[in-house]
């Protein structure tokens, strides 16, 4: 059994930054892929960003690239998603998740929601102009 916990969300104004931090246990050694994502009131569910936890490659969806970085330590069983510039359009409840196993439908560790079996919270984002 996983447990995520994130942390970091608040409240920025445009151009702003923000670090969330989510902290897996027991161990971030028992996902094989970590994701962020957002859902704001009344939308659906996007993805934002992915790492794999041993390679450490990353993916973004194409609105953060360049803005946000996502990182690990897996030392600390943490991961960290830097966003930097930030936007009204991107308050949102921002999720951690982790995958801890491959799927049939597998196609690598990417920021698609059916790939991840295990969820945090969620830590909000608000963004004012």
């Known amino acids: 059994q996983v447990q995520l916990e994130e942390s970091g969300g608040g409240s920025v104004q445009t151009g702003g930054s923000l670090r969330l931090s989510c902290t897996v246990s027991?161990?971030?050694?028992?996902?094989?892929?970590m994701g962020w994502f957002r859902q704001a009131p009344g939308k659906e569910r996007e993805g934002v960003a992915s790492?794999?936890?041993?390679?450490?490659?990353?993916v973004y969806t194409d609105s953060v690239k360049g803005r946000f970085t996502l990182s690990r330590d897996n030392a600390a069983n943490k991961v960290y998603l830097q966003m930097d510039t930030l936007g009204p359009e991107e308050t949102a409840m921002y999720h951690c998740?982790?995958?801890?196993?491959?799927?049939?439908?597998?196609?690598?560790?990417?920021?698609?929601?059916?790939?991840?079996?295990?969820w945090g919270q969620g830590t909000q984002v608000t963004v004012s102009s």
């Open positions: 027991p161990s971030i050694h028992d996902a094989v892929c």
């Open positions: 998740a982790a995958a801890t196993i491959r799927k049939g439908s597998w196609r690598g560790c990417v920021p698609t929601s059916e790939i991840y079996n295990y």
């Open positions: 790492i794999d936890v041993g390679f450490g490659t990353t």
